[in-house]
């Protein structure tokens, strides 16, 4: 019996080390903010103004998953100096140099349904969704319930292919993608993790937080679902990082963006 749970686990660290596992960022808009009271801070307790919204590409063994999907396609055009949101470069037009369509991409999720995040969604309508039921539900049975949610944005979905989650989902089967849930900022709220061979075990988080305070400080935004689920997901997501040693990324840190290598160069 030891020997042959030996030999599973031996296999699950085998599959984990031959994926050919590679993460592709992109800069899909940014926004201003001035008063980031809504975010559960003081304007005093950080001087950020302005978010990063990235999407990104994850290719495994051949297979594609694409996570997050930026600002609205209809804001793309040149940054004017007085706009409050800004997206100079379409995703599908940052996917076309690389010679990929969404047609390419067999796979879509998103950590959740607000509009930043699903901004070119319809383009994905030909995808697998992987959405928890929880958030399914409420973007698509119950959009009134959240005024964050564009459903115009993603209403090609509702008749997409996909897999209703409940709970963690290991992606590609070797534990090399999971999408872990984190509940609280909307109902079905989600992070992504990787184990990415040279870089290491990363996490991209979603909404969970939206600043460096936000962390440091465990506040929720005023527009969360749920305040106190928030606080418990980010519990499980810091246990989640010590217990991998995972790298931590924000995905709405500019700071952090300012420092990353952005697509066709990747993270493997």
């Known amino acids: 019996m030891m020997k ?15 994926a050919d596992l590679r993460l592709y960022v992109f800069d899909c808009g940014g926004i201003g903010v001035a008063d980031v009271s809504a975010f559960g801070l003081s304007n005093e307790e950080t001087s950020v103004r302005e978010l990063f919204v990235p999407c990104y590409l994850i290719e495994h063994d051949g297979d ?34 690389m010679e990929l369509t969404p047609a390419d991409i067999e796979l879509v999720a998103f950590s959740h349904m607000h509009y930043d995040h699903v901004g070119a969604a319809n383009a994905f ?5 992987l ?13 009134e319930d959240n005024p964050v949610f564009r459903p115009a944005l993603y209403s090609e979905l509702a008749q997409s292919q ?6 963690d989902h290991d992606v590609f089967g070797d534990g090399s993608v999971k999408i872990i849930s984190a509940p609280g900022h909307t109902p079905g709220h989600q992070v992504l993790f990787l184990q ?22 465990r506040r929720t935004p005023v527009f969360n679902t749920d305040a106190e689920e928030t606080l418990r997901s980010m519990d499980k997501v810091e246990a989640l990082i010590r217990e991998t040693g995972s790298t931590f990324w924000i995905e709405h840190n500019k700071a952090l ?12």
Do not use: C
């Open 4 to 18: 042959k749970a030996f030999l599973l686990v031996l296999l699950f660290v085998t599959n984990l080390a031959l």
């Open 64 to 97: 594609r998953l694409f996570w997050d999907a930026g600002l609205p396609l209809d804001m793309v055009g040149p940054r004017s100096a007085e706009a409050t949101a800004w997206y100079e470069n379409s995703i599908l037009d940052q996917l076309s140099a």
């Open 125 to 129: 309508s030909a995808s697998t969704l």
């Open 131 to 143: 959405i928890q039921e929880t958030e399914y539900i409420a973007a698509f049975d119950h959009p």
């Open 162 to 167: 996909r897999l209703l989650l409940h709970g």
């Open 196 to 217: 990415l061979e040279n870089f290491g075990p990363l996490i991209l988080s979603g909404d969970l937080y939206h600043f460096e305070a936000s962390r440091r400080l």
């Open 257 to 268: 963006a300012d420092t990353l290598t952005l697509a066709p160069a990747f993270y493997d």
